[in-house]
């Protein structure tokens, strides 16, 4: 077994949700878990302890049964609300993991807990917390093993005797649990970054795949659009149809024209939504509005389309009560910004504001709406989207000054991209977030 492992971070968070293909097993057994270093509190969300590390802290052996490290959030630390690492399991999508964050130590009050499963290899998991963490000492721990999970340990002294736990028990020097780094939630750029169907010109539309792919990219939101199932499940797909984007034909070939309102979950759990793209993603399945929300993570915010809400009625309140039932992530979302809901139905967005008048709303138009339209929706909406086609400086100047923002859809060229920042635009909806973002940067 090599002792000189170095880590590199490659997905995005998740949590509970179906098996994806496995990514290639990795032949050591490893679990990094992130959590916030006491020392520097100036930094103290930016401090990397260490890069390589040895010991292996296995917790799929039948006599342990949890692992965890004390740490301490300092007096003045930035405000933090993930704890997490990579969970590189051996063996495909078969392994999962709960972990829990305890106050002071093992016996501590519950602050928040999560269960991992079906992970795939070198998967980045957090436990999102439903509220920034006070000052002061917490315990990490790692339980509840399924399949092979170890949990790497360091060998340098970098914590007194009795920081680390084995069993509840307190262990030193090379039982000791790495701790790396504290993960606020950074800000969002100035325009922000928005991925169509995530990045959709890197992996097949509106799948977790095109999902990672945009959190891997730094796009600062992901625009995905959500359907309902026969039987009452949000999935996310663009047509009303299965046809484009899936093997429906050939799965269910007496079943035209395909509309996704006339098959259950577990029917639309059989297609492969991934081959048409590209056989690299052969598979993939159609994702439910729930695996979207925690693929995407804390860093990475949800632009949400309702596609057709006409032929759903009362889709509004089943997806704000699917977006309530994810543990601490509206809250979460609505404090940092990451989350805005939007169509072309005007009537569907009012009714979602009237449910919730919290979730900031924005409106699709596919031609320029006129200026009493325009002052109709500033007095409730809070983003008027639009087809570049029909954008210009006028019109950006406009919803700017009744106080609305303007992402323009869809710009995949350099040429594009740096015409509407000059326009003033405040996001930018592209199937190419990585170009973006490298345009941001320069």
């Known amino acids: 077994m090599r002792t000189d492992q ?10 509970p949700r179906r098996g994806r293909r496995a990514m ?51 007096a003045g630390a930035a405000a933090v609300d993930t704890v997490g690492g990579v969970f590189a399991t051996y063996g495909g999508t078969t392994s999962g993991v709960t972990l829990t964050l305890r106050a002071s130590g093992p016996a501590g009050a519950v602050v928040g807990t999560e269960v991992f499963t079906n992970l795939r290899d070198n998967a980045w998991v957090e ?33 007194a005797a009795g920081s ?5 028990a307190a262990v030193a020097g090379d039982r000791t649990i790495l701790v790396r780094k504290t993960m606020p939630a950074p800000p969002l750029s100035a325009v922000v970054d928005i991925a169509h169907r995530g990045a959709s010109a890197a992996a097949p539309e509106n799948t977790v795949a095109a999902v990672e792919r945009a959190v891997e990219q730094r796009a600062g939101f992901v625009e995905v659009d959500v359907q309902r199932t026969a039987d009452g499940e949000l999935v996310i797909l663009h047509d009303t149809t299965l046809a ?45 509005l729930r695996e979207v929300v925690v693929a995407l993570g804390p860093r990475t915010g949800l632009l949400l389309e309702l596609k057709r ?16 039932a994810v543990r601490g992530y509206l809250n979460r979302s609505l404090r940092t910004g990451r ?15 009237e449910l919730a008048p ?23 909406v809070d983003q008027v989207n639009m087809a570049f086609t029909v954008t210009d400086r006028r019109l950006v100047d406009r919803i700017h000054a009744l106080g609305m923002t303007i992402s323009v859809w869809t710009l995949d060229t350099e040429q594009l991209m740096r015409q509407f920042l000059g326009l003033g635009a405040d996001g930018i909806i592209t199937d190419h977030p990585d170009l973006l973002r490298e345009i941001l940067n320069r």
């Open 358 to 380: 919290e979730v900031p709303i924005g409106l699709l138009y596919s031609s320029p709406p006129t200026q009493d339209e325009l002052l109709e929706a500033s007095t409730w």
């Open 24 to 74: 290639g097993a990795v032949g050591v057994l490893i679990v990094m878990v992130a959590a916030f270093v006491g020392a520097a509190p100036a930094r103290a969300a930016e401090i990397v302890v260490v890069d390589t590390w040895d010991h292996p802290a296995d917790l799929h052996d039948p006599a342990t049964t949890s692992l965890g490290q004390t740490f301490d959030v300092p």
């Open 309 to 324: 809400p006409d032929l759903y009625p009362g889709i509004e309140a089943r997806i704000h009560a699917e977006l309530s």
């Open 339 to 353: 989350l805005v809901v939007q169509s072309f139905d005007a009537g569907s967005m009012r009714t979602y504001h």
């Open 244 to 288: 484009r984007t899936t093997n429906v034909e050939a799965v269910f070939p007496d079943r035209a024209p395909w509309n996704v309102a006339d098959f259950t979950l577990a029917e639309i759990e059989q297609l492969d939504a991934g081959s048409w793209f590209s056989p690299d993603f052969a598979g993939e399945p159609i994702p439910t």
């Open 127 to 159: 436990l999102v917390l439903d509220a920034p963490l006070e000052p002061g000492s917490y315990y990490l721990e790692a339980s509840d093993p399924v399949g092979l999970v170890a949990w790497w340990s360091n060998t340098a002294d970098l914590y």
């Open 164 to 168: 680390a736990q084995l069993n509840g």
């Open 6 to 15: 170095t880590f590199h971070h490659r997905f995005s968070a998740r949590g």
